[in-house]
């Protein structure tokens, strides 16, 4: 039974090591030529070495991010901490350095 998992331990290891991983550039390039359709998508996928259902998951995460950015919609939510310890610092000079930053985080930030 050890030797049956020891097996099977192996060829995790090897899986994760020969693992290919793509750059934020291929993934857009690979994108971009299946989006561009002069050749089908599953034939771009078996020159590329990749599977078609990671493709299509990546052009879909691509096409929703661009829409996002151009809904304007790419604001960074703030942690409860990063909330909590900007607040904290205004408390401590007893006026915000920046009067129009703070209306603005007061108008978006919820109040504890």
């Excluded at 060829?11 to 693992?19: A, G, M, S």
Aim: aromatic share 6%.
């Amino acid at each position: 039974m050890s030797h049956a998992k020891s097996a099977e331990r192996v060829v995790r290891d090897i899986q994760r090591k020969t693992r290919r991983r793509f750059s934020a550039e291929e993934k857009i390039r690979i994108i971009l030529e299946g989006l561009r359709g002069e050749e089908s998508i599953a034939s771009l996928c078996r020159r590329e070495g990749l599977n078609p259902n990671l493709y299509y998951r990546w052009s879909t995460e691509f096409l929703e991010a661009g829409k996002k950015r151009l809904l304007g919609d790419t604001t960074r939510e703030a942690t409860s901490t990063e909330v909590a310890d900007v607040r904290k610092g205004f408390a401590k000079v007893g006026q915000p350095v920046f009067p129009e930053l703070a209306a603005a985080a007061n108008q978006v930030l919820p109040q504890p």
